[in-house]
Nanobody, 116 residues
Framework: QVQLVESGGGLVQAGGSMRLSCAASGINVRLNSMGWYRQAPGKQRELVATLTIGGTTKYADSVKGRFTISRDNAKNTVYLQMDSLKPEDAAVYYC??????????WGQGTQVTVSS
């Protein structure tokens, strides 16, 4: 069974930084393309960062240049470094496989709140 546990969220001031972690079990992050998604209140979940098996990264335009996705193969963990945070980055952040998320493996997510 695949389990994805996100952590690292919290409250930060606009312009600040935060690093999210996604600890995976039942799946090898080195052998899957992984992504970070986010969902703000009243909005659909959106994919903001992707890391392919080969190490290629891709970002939504809204976070390009500010967010960095990475992984630690030894820890089977995916990270999202978020810099220059904006109030519009506030959301619940999740990780999952891309391009087709594992439906039954969405975690609880981690809440990111950005104060202006």
């Amino acid at each position: 069974q695949v389990q994805l546990v996100e952590s690292g969220g919290g409250l930060v001031q606009a312009g600040g930084s935060m690093r999210l972690s996604c600890a995976a079990s039942g799946i090898n992050v080195r052998l899957n393309s992984m992504g970070w998604y986010r969902q703000a209140p009243g909005k659909q979940r959106e994919l903001v960062a992707t890391l392919t098996i080969g190490g290629t990264t891709k970002y939504a335009d809204s976070v390009k240049g500010r967010f960095t996705i990475s992984r630690d193969n030894a820890k089977n963990t995916v990270y999202l470094q978020m810099d220059s945070l904006k109030p519009e980055d506030a959301a619940v952040y999740y990780c999952n496989v891309v391009p087709k998320p594992i439906r039954d493996s969405w975690g609880q997510g981690t809440q990111v709140t950005v104060s202006s």
